[in-house]
């Protein structure tokens, strides 16, 4: 039998609380670990797992613990059928995080490493998401990596787990998605790469709702006045006994007062040492203090028994709150069992007999509870989960069936396509859909931006303190930014101005938002209009999109029309113009935008003016960011508010986190932005004289005019080997050319040049040979001519084959996979060994401290 629920395990997953919202949504648990026996035990009387031998009490950072783990889902693989665990969450023990913790010991790092037993796990497991919970401070604590590192928490996942998932991390506020308990904590979200194009992380975290006071949450319950008073009909809603002294010091103080706000001494908390009244210390504002009836509950800790603990008094009650208010509080649903007798026989029990089992059995539970994420905060993410998978088998054959049949070749067509399927696709299989039937996607560059790199933008988006927020996306095409940009504004005012050029994408983009639920503070309005001729009249907070990228024709008769306001006139390129306008109407801009923006001669007037602004992160996506489009991307953030400190570098394609000094890695002294400089670059720098040579690439030598035999040899690039030492013969690669057809092309000029040089294009193997007579190359070889009658000696040649020089020469070409061709720009870097006793005039002022790359960092926020 194949199971048709969707899976997953938990681990830490103490009594079960937080993850009983994923059995509402009808998940089936494969496996639940838990250290405590006890509390292991409240989730088989929930009957959480189907088999006895999911349910495993054990360290977790024993092997055996998790060779149990494994041999669990090998059983489901063969019983149930399952291929891939869906989901794994993990909410490590948080001891050594927490700031309500003032006793943290030298080996909390080490405790703190829990959260890598979990990374290893889902390394192991592979499933389709995972969910980490814990305190606000999480991401920025320090852990023992599985290499012994000691790392962030957000370095040690990134390093681990962030080539294979798209993840999410946002502190979040229980209280502000459905439970009636103020409490700040961090969830991170990670979604497996091949489903990440699908749903963003940031779609699956918990929609915001209105906050539920105490009076709306349990203000319908009975009042308890007396003493160890137990509700007849429910055993669980009891008055926690005190000593009973103590309820002077609660009796007379009125909502938000504490005991120590009693103005007679004897009625405040205290001590009687020698018949003298002694004031016990009051470390903190929340001991003995009532909370609001028409205010959020507060943070249930696990000490909530104690009137002494944070914020555990009754609004009106001399009491804590029970076990169903604080149950309430937390969402946890009537139907959870904290012991296997029903509650209807609890019920039934003797008043003697309930005390007793109170006595036993309320501290486990308080603990719990106070240990538990609310229940409704993971069936909401279980339930968005859950969607997510019934959609994503979908795409692929419906995108290639509809497309390819033409029956979605115009909006009318898609409309009645959508009608017919509700809610059966989900928003980015309709979008990717859309964007492949709007037959005006070529000649607009209008292409679908996924939501992968959409995900990674909205990560690095600085937030707002203002209520009211005004974003611009400057083209739009079929909206695929709009759901995540709504989703990381949210709680706020948004005025979202969406433009593009072309109607029919518009069209599209209103009727895929149909499928959403716009929040009512979210005003969205579709101009369709030219975003470079169109007049702004005000500027905007954020300005965030992904424009288009195509050369203008110099006939286009609007090229000279958008130079006018351009500051960058050297490009025909439109997406210079459309960065050009962006920035000049918004205070913050976060543009997708061509990787050659780094290092191409047209856009060195681009980078010039960049460079005196706030360049706050790059994030290279390199060929990643529109799969199947070989095309190298990068977003840049420029914040317009602020002046150049810090630039984050991120690589999605190679992993590389970093904080750089925008100084540094936007030297002047440099031919371009170096965004991956670093202390190993530097050293190479302070040993070679740069800018020695001009370069030469033939672009006429087509292979129409190559031939196995002729007049002249054409080299090519892998004619020189490896070292540079010497020009190969190939068989069946070794090209020649005709007098006839050479003598009228630019590179025969070099014919017979035994003074210049010869380098591969296209490559991060460099080597440098000097040009044999006789011979030409074709466009696969630059020509490297020597400025003022330089001569390398033999030792320089040798140098551009070593693996130093050509881990230098990835950092200066910024690990581009295309545009590799040796240019007016790159060609600077192809320096000579320098007297030692000279100092490079790039590397000088390294010295003085002045440019230093800053440190690895933590890319999520």
């Not at 787990?161 to 209280?175: M, T």
């Not at 004031?279 to 507060?298: A, C, E, L, M, S």
């Not at 409309?415 to 980015?428: D, G, Q, T, V």
């Not at 602020?642 to 100084?663: D, E, L, W, Y």
Request: glycine share 4%; charged share 25%; aromatic share 10%.
């Amino acid at each position: 039998m194949k199971t048709n629920k969707p899976t997953y395990i938990s681990l830490f997953s103490s009594a079960g609380v937080g993850c009983y919202g994923f059995k509402l949504e009808d998940f089936d648990c494969v496996a639940t670990n838990e250290l405590i026996t006890r509390r292991l035990d409240i989730q088989r009387y929930n009957h959480k797992c189907k088999y006895e031998s999911g349910y495993i009490c054990g360290d977790i950072t024993d092997n055996s613990t998790k060779d149990i783990l494994y041999s669990q889902i090998d059983l489901w693989k063969k019983k149930e059928n399952v291929s891939r665990i869906d989901v794994i969450v993990a909410t490590p023990p948080c001891q050594g995080m927490s700031v309500a913790n003032h006793k943290k010991s030298t080996n909390e790092i080490v405790r703190n490493s829990l959260v890598i037993e979990s990374i290893k796990i889902i390394k192991q497991v592979n499933p389709r998401f995972f969910i980490f919970e814990n305190v606000a401070a999480f991401m920025k604590t320090i852990c023992t990596d599985i290499n012994g590192e000691n790392k962030t928490i957000a370095a040690a996942i990134e390093s681990n787990l962030g080539q294979d998932y798209s993840y999410a991390s946002r502190v979040i506020n229980f209280k502000n998605y459905g439970a009636c308990s103020s409490r700040q904590r961090t969830v991170v979200i990670g979604v497996s790469k091949d489903y990440a194009d699908e749903v963003s992380p940031l779609e699956l975290y918990p929609d915001l709702v209105k906050e539920r006071t105490l009076r709306e949450v349990i203000g319908d319950l009975k009042p308890l006045k007396e003493f160890g008073e137990i509700d007849k009909d429910d055993i669980y809603h009891s008055f926690r006994t005190y000593p009973e002294h103590m309820r002077a010091w609660i009796s007379d103080i009125k909502e938000g007062e504490s005991a120590f706000d009693n103005a007679d001494d004897s009625k405040k908390p205290h001590r009687v040492v020698e018949g003298k009244i002694v004031i016990n210390q009051q470390k903190n504002g929340d001991k003995y203090k009532r909370q609001f009836w028409d205010k959020v509950g507060p943070c249930i800790h696990t000490r909530n028994d104690q009137m002494a603990s944070q914020n555990t008094v009754h609004p009106s009650d001399d009491r804590v709150f029970s076990i169903r208010e604080l149950m309430l509080m937390m969402t946890v649903p009537r139907s959870f069992k904290w012991v296997e007798t029903d509650f209807s026989d609890l019920n039934a029990l003797s008043f003697e007999k309930k005390r007793a089992f109170l006595k036993k059995e309320e501290i486990k539970i308080r603990q719990s509870l106070g240990e538990a994420v609310p229940t409704v905060i993971f069936q909401s993410i279980a339930r968005k989960i859950k969607e997510a998978l019934k959609h994503t088998p979908l795409k692929t054959a419906l995108i290639n069936k509809l497309v390819s049949s033409n029956e979605l070749s115009d909006i009318d067509a898609l409309k009645n396509f959508i009608s017919a399927n509700p809610m059966n696709l989900s928003s980015a299989t309709l979008g990717h859909i859309a964007e492949l039937a709007n037959t005006n996607r070529t000649d607009n560059a209008a292409f679908f931006t996924s939501k992968t790199l959409i995900t990674e933008m909205m990560k690095a988006l600085p937030d707002t303190d203002k209520e009211t927020v005004r974003i611009l996306e400057p083209s739009v095409g079929v909206g695929n930014f709009i759901p995540l940009i709504i989703k990381k504004f949210e709680g706020k005012n948004i005025i979202l101005d969406v433009v593009d050029i072309d109607k029919h994408s518009l069209d599209l983009a209103k009727l895929i938002l149909n499928n959403y639920n716009i929040p009512d503070n979210c005003t969205i309005n579709f101009i369709n209009a030219d975003f470079l001729l169109y007049d702004f009249s005000e500027k905007y907070d954020y300005i965030i999109g992904n424009p288009p990228f195509y050369k203008m024709k110099a006939r286009n008769s609007l090229l000279n029309i958008y130079r006018k306001n351009a500051v960058n006139t050297a490009t025909t390129n439109i997406c210079s113009f459309f960065l050009d306008k962006a920035v000049s109407i918004g205070n913050y801009v976060a543009l997708v935008f061509p990787k050659f923006l780094l290092n191409t001669p047209e856009f060195s007037q681009t980078r010039k003016y960049l460079s005196d602004k706030a360049v706050e992160c790059i994030i290279d996506f390199g060929e990643k960011g529109f799969p199947g489009v070989l095309v190298e991307t990068l977003a840049i953030f420029i914040n317009n508010l602020s002046r150049p400190s810090n630039t984050r570098v991120a690589s999605i394609t190679h992993g590389k986190f970093m904080i750089q000094s925008q100084k540094y890695i936007f030297d002047d002294k440099l031919p371009y932005w170096i965004i991956y400089r670093d202390n190993e670059f530097d050293s190479v720098c302070k040993n070679l004289d740069f800018n020695v040579f001009k370069v030469f690439r033939d672009r006429q030598i087509t292979n129409k005019l190559l031939s196995p035999s002729g007049d002249i040899r054409v080299l090519k690039s892998r004619n020189i080997s490896d070292d540079g030492k010497n020009v190969m013969d190939i068989d069946g690669y070794d090209s020649y050319i005709s007098y006839d057809d050479a003598k009228n092309l630019s590179v025969y000029s070099y014919l017979d040049c035994d003074n210049v040089y010869l380098t591969p294009n296209m490559t991060y193997k460099p080597r440098m040979i000097e040009k044999p007579k006789e011979c030409l190359v074709n466009g696969s070889l630059a020509v490297l001519i020597p400025k003022k009658g330089i001569i390398p000696t033999k030792e320089q040649l040798a140098f551009f084959s070593t693996q130093e020089y050509r881990n230098f020469y990835q950092i200066a070409r910024n690990f581009q996979t295309r545009s590799l061709n040796v240019d007016a720009c790159s060609v600077f870097f192809y320096g000579l060994l320098r007297d030692k006793a000279k100092k490079s005039p790039i590397t000088e002022k390294l010295d003085e401290k002045e440019n230093i790359q800053i440190t690895i960092f933590d890319y999520v926020k």
